[in-house]
T-cell receptor, first 113, second 113 residues
Framework: NAGVTQTPKFQVLKTGQSMTLQCAQD?????MSWYRQDPGMGLRLIHY???????DQGEVPNGYNVSRSTTEDFPLRLLSAAPSQTSVYFC????????????FGDGTRLSIL | AQSVAQPEDQVNVAEGNPLTVKCTYS??????LFWYVQYPNRGLQFLLK??????LVKGSYGFEAEFNKSQTSFHLKKPSALVSDSALYFC???????????FGSGTKLNVKP
């Protein structure tokens, strides 16, 4: 059972570069989301999606884009990387019902130089 | 708006002793509350969720959580701590209106032999 798969696991970028963090789930979950985790700040929601073709912003969306063309995939794009975007990024998915928990990938550790 | 707070950055407990990790919440309407655990370099793993009507919820790995409506708390408990329980614990609430999850800042649990 793959669950939620994130690639790459590690990445180093230079300021101004762009890249896409990949996220795929094989549980047919409607809901998917992206978080960033920074020391002492818990998880902050970047973007989320309640189904294919539907996305919305979270708490900290600036500098990031998302799309949801299929149920399985939810890529996160950094448009022009900045050192403030150095973080650990987690993708999660869940069924749509409000009493359902999220399933998390193992994260992408991103450093912006 | 929905929110959760974890007042303790760190909890230290001796192996074999009971442990409590605190969480308070602020929600409008019914609370949809969750506990997750994170081990180093891993994603979050679901431990348990609040089920309406049950003041004591049992979850994975011997953990349970006590829901108290009057104190708006959902504290994580375990009768006898193990060294392997040492990890980062997150409380979360799901907002049914906007279908977003909100996480606390996390509590690091240290269980000493």
């Amino acid at each position: 059972n793959a669950g939620v798969t994130q690639t790459p696991k590690f990445q180093v970028l230079k300021t101004g570069q762009s890249m896409t963090l990949q996220c795929a789930q094989d549980m047919n979950h409607e809901y998917m989301s992206w978080y960033r985790q920074d020391p002492g700040m818990g998880l902050r929601l970047i973007h989320y999606s309640v189904g294919a073709g539907i996305t919305d912003q979270g708490e900290v969306p600036n500098g990031y884009n998302v799309s949801r063309s299929t149920t399985e995939d939810f890529p996160l794009r950094l448009l022009s990387a900045a050192p403030s975007q150095t973080s650990v990024y987690f993708c999660a998915s869940s069924l749509g019902q409000v009493n359902q928990p999220q399933h998390f990938g193992d994260g992408t550790r991103l450093s912006i130089l | 708006a929905q929110s959760v707070a974890q007042p303790e950055d760190q909890v230290n407990v001796a192996e074999g002793n009971p442990l409590t990790v605190k969480c308070t919440y602020s929600v409008s309407g019914n609370p949809y509350l969750f506990w997750y655990v994170q081990y180093p370099n891993r994603g979050l793993q679901f431990l348990l969720k609040y089920i309406t009507g049950d003041n004591l919820v049992k979850g994975s790995y011997g953990f349970e959580a006590e829901f108290n409506k009057s104190q708006t708390s959902f504290h994580l408990k375990k009768p006898s701590a193990l060294v392997s329980d040492s990890a980062l614990y997150f409380c979360a609430v799901r907002d049914p209106n906007f279908n977003k999850f909100y996480f606390g800042s996390g509590t690091k649990l240290n269980v000493k032999p």
